[in-house]
């Protein structure tokens, strides 16, 4: 009985508000802090000197607590392979919130990324060029180039191509990006929807824009703009279920036909594999469990997710 007190105290204790907001950096969602991992303190984002410690007051729960799973809470067991690399995420545990739909809850614990992230300095010979050169525009090792860098020489070939179709191009650079962030959504990955909603507002994009997109509400944008939310939609919602006897392109030929009418040859093949990049790299981000190096999305995109 004492024990199971001492440990609810404990718990309490970790949850207590301070008053503050967290700063972002050190691994808080929505103003609740991050809890560190059951080794300790877990240095978010070590590559940054200026990050503090996550706080860890729950890190230090008996065996016995960590050893039985919470009733209604997944867990995940793995190996201790961070040896030095940065191998943690936040996870949002779900909370019911009607029949079939689940909401974000509070930060509870945390999620190691499915490989190290490595730090600059073990990335491959073959893709330190293509890293030195990313580092110096975005200042630091973003987290899914620490992912990709543990197959050597596959970062060199990833980003220029990404920096090809995100960049100038046929298709315009707003169009591109109101794509990525609804195919975010769709997916649910929080990690995408922060870099493309990053770039978007940087373009000029209005946070109010950015809600109707992730609500799926395309009155408010221009012809092409709605076309290719819409192809976007079905690319990734409709495709996958459409058996080629059904429908030989898996979208209607509706938008399809208009889409060939609004757009030149040029910007289709730029749409289509836009489409397709971003449902790739939305997927494995998420399954990667990376945690956020740009600032959260949008308060209305992130409630979608």
Known sequence: ??????????????????????????????????????????????????RADVPGAVAQRDAGARDRPAEGRRTTTAPDRTRGHRHFSVVRPRTPHRAGHFQAGPVERQLMSLVPLLTAEQFSAADQPVLEQAVKTYGEVLNTWAGIGNSPGLLATYLPFLGRLNGAGALDGRVKDLVAVRI???????????????????KGVEVDELAAVADGEFKGFTERERLALQLAEEMTIELPKVPVADGPTGVSTGVRDEAQRVFSDAELVELVMCISMWNALSRFHRVMAFELDMPAPPAPVDSRI
């Open 1 to 50: 009985m004492e024990r199971g007190a001492a440990r609810c105290r404990t718990r309490q204790g970790a949850g207590a508000d301070d008053g503050r907001r967290p700063d972002r950096r050190v691994g808080s969602v929505h103003g609740q802090p991050v809890l560190a991992g059951p080794g300790g303190p877990v240095h978010l984002g070590a590559r940054r000197p200026d």
């Open 184 to 202: 975010a959504v769709l997916n649910h990955c929080r990690y995408t929807a922060s870099h493309r909603s990053t770039s978007a507002l940087a």
